[in-house]
């Protein structure tokens, strides 16, 4: 067979057709022949979280992907036969297609369709015999579970598109991968950091605080308030007021507080020098990247032995709070998968923490000037948006529109036949951008334009705010010298957003014709805050920069599809400027610089900090959220 880089539509379909088999279950299986494999075998309470679980399932690929792919495809079928709702069964034979040239670039089915059991809860499953006009069932507003005030932000966590961009996030970027992606650690920090923050503006929306970490030194001896119960048979519910175990048991490993709180310690005197030790006691400069690295602990870790596997560590100890040395056979709580982490509230502490050291790392970087945000000769006038809300577009501009809805999902849980689950998902109204730019220079510019979207709340100290500011598109246009012009950009064409899934069906019908899109990226229909009935305020800022200067190599043409948080397949992340950028560090101007009595300033507010840079602007933005009948 061709790689297929260079397949034809057809020879497309046609494969993804083929690899359907390694994730539907056979109504009637035949035996697995063994010729060519010996027959594969499931890994129970399988997680990427586990280094040695994980590198089983590599070295079980590289096996499988030795050999032929009519094989390969056999293999993997008869060990989904047998084990049909297994995480393990789903990862690994998208690692093995991930990773061959026959089969890297076909459309795979979405996760949510293969394994229903961990992207939706199962009173969400619509009876075999079911009404037309059937609903899910709805939590008695006076239950114990709706006065849980974490309840109010379940609908947002259990979107089944959030959980696959976390799951996506860790295939696309696996921990022994690292070395060859050159900024893997970075991302890995960008893109939880953009996780937290997106939530936090969910909380001050139904009037929560914002997330509080959780993690050694930080509240980890306190008990855990959050309690979570996915009510999935494969995963134990998690009563609040749990504490953690000074010791957990993962197999032959004991993972041991104390010994969390000293990987933290030595991670934050690495931060303090500006280098970590590397294995052989040499000193290595610190970077985001190897932070990131040495924090998740993959191949790119400084000193897996000096500096530990906290991120994972923390997943492993809070999914086995119940029974942290398994004596009880007690089944591990959703934190131990990457496919059901992000549904529970404790996630989003727990990586609270995990930021809060990269945050340390960030407070300690050189603070950004108005020289190093300025681009000389580029004037942005004004910046707008426009809903698409027809009622509402020509009286009030920069009001944006959400709502809630029921959407049908077709999953597939053990059988071929298709089940339907209902899912009550936030949407919104698209909106388009206008930016009126001007080019002063006599030169056609090629210009980065970098929006954000922060909620609109008092900080006293305007980098307190930095963490807030949620990206929203990022992408390159040309502006013509001498010319005015204004840019418009549709919503839906922003370069954090996953592209459009394809789907079971699709695949079967043949029309799975083009090379796959990247399965990361932020899920489409959370683009946006929901904001509230009355209209949250949020500031929308917008920073232009030179690609020219920004592009990581010559072959970075442009920024699309889902860049963002996930960079481009088996390629180097495209924009040379670091990921967050301008929001990753502090900034600000010196007060009589030059002078004996130079002193820095910290801008004040969003508004200083475009009078510094007029290359950049910023408008209020009010997000509406609206009560709609289907």
């Not at 974490?150 to 089944?160: C, F, I, M, S, V």
């Not at 992408?475 to 001498?482: D, K, S, W």
Request: charged share 30%; proline share 6%.
């Amino acid at each position: 067979m061709t790689e297929c880089s260079k397949c034809n539509e057809s020879e497309i379909s046609g494969r993804a057709i083929k690899l359907l088999k390694a994730f539907l279950k056979d109504q009637n299986p035949t035996p697995y022949d063994g010729l060519h494999f010996e027959q594969l075998e499931d890994v129970p309470n399988f997680t990427v979280f586990d280094e040695d679980k994980a590198r089983l399932a590599f070295e079980t690929s590289e096996k499988l992907l030795e050999g032929d792919l009519d094989d390969m495809i056999e293999a993997l079928s008869d060990l989904k036969n047998r084990y049909p709702n297994s995480t393990y069964v789903d990862y690994l034979a998208r690692i093995t297609f991930l990773n061959n040239a026959e089969t890297k670039f076909v459309p795979l089915p979405p996760p949510y369709q293969t394994l229903g059991l961990s992207f939706f809860r199962e009173e969400r499953h619509v009876p075999k015999i079911a009404l037309k006009n059937w609903t899910a069932p709805q939590p008695k507003l006076a239950s114990p579970l709706t006065q849980d005030p974490e309840y109010k932000l379940q609908w947002w966590r259990e979107d089944p598109g959030l959980s696959e961009h976390h799951m996506n996030w860790h295939l696309y970027y696996p921990f022994k991968e690292s070395l060859k992606m050159p900024r893997q650690g970075e991302l890995f920090a960008y893109m939880h950091q953009q996780m937290l923050a997106r939530y936090n503006s969910e909380r001050l929306a139904v009037g929560l605080s914002l997330v509080v970490p959780y993690g050694p030194g930080m509240g980890w001896n306190e008990p855990l308030v959050e309690g979570f119960n996915l009510k999935n048979d494969k995963y134990s519910p998690r009563p609040s007021g749990m504490k953690i175990s000074s010791s957990t048991s993962l197999g032959a490993r004991n993972i041991l507080s104390e010994d969390m709180i000293t990987h933290r310690e030595r991670l934050l005197i690495g931060i303090a020098r500006g280098y970590f030790e590397d294995k052989d006691g040499k000193s290595v400069p610190l970077s985001m990247n190897n932070l990131g690295c040495t924090v998740e602990a993959d191949e790119g870790s400084v000193n897996k032995y000096l500096y530990g596997n906290i991120h994972n560590n923390g997943h492993v100890v809070i999914a086995l709070m119940n029974d942290p040395d398994q004596r009880y056979d007690i089944k591990q709580g959703p934190m131990i998968s990457q496919y059901t982490a992000a549904r529970d509230p404790s996630f989003f502490r727990w990586h609270k923490f995990v930021d809060s050291i990269f945050e340390t790392y960030r407070k300690t970087l050189a603070p950004y000037l108005k020289e190093d945000l300025q681009m000389g000769g580029i004037e942005l006038k004004e910046v707008t948006v426009n809903s698409q809300n027809d009622a509402m577009t020509k009286t009030a501009p920069n009001m944006l529109f959400t709502y809630m809805k029921d959407k049908t999902y077709t999953v597939y849980v053990e059988e071929k036949e298709a089940e339907k689950v209902v899912q009550t998902v936030m949407e919104f109204d698209p909106f388009t951008y206008e930016f009126c730019v001007v080019n002063h220079g006599p030169d056609t510019a090629k210009v980065v334009f970098r929006v954000f979207l922060a909620p609109d709340r008092y900080s006293v100290d305007f980098d307190d705010r930095r963490n807030d500011f949620i990206e929203l598109d990022r992408f390159v246009e040309e502006i013509g010298g001498n010319e005015e012009k204004t840019v418009t950009r549709k919503s839906e064409d922003s370069s954090v957003l996953r592209p459009e899934s394809i789907t079971i069906e699709e695949i079967k019908a043949g029309n799975a014709d083009k090379t796959a899109p990247c399965g990361c990226g932020w899920p489409r229909n959370l683009l946006i805050p929901r904001g509230t009935n009355e209209g949250m305020r949020f500031q929308l800022y917008v920073l232009l920069t030179d690609w020219d200067k920004d592009a990581a190599d010559s072959t970075s043409k442009n920024l699309t599809a889902s860049v963002a948080y996930c960079g481009k397949q088996g390629k180097i992340y495209p924009d040379s400027k670091p990921m967050g950028f301008p929001f990753d560090r502090p900034g600000g101007y010196y007060e009589n610089k030059g002078e004996k009595n130079e002193k820095f300033k910290k801008w004040e507010d969003i508004g200083a900090m475009v009078k510094d840079v007029k290359n950049s602007s910023f408008t209020e933005v009010i997000i509406n959220f609206e009560k709609r009948s289907d």
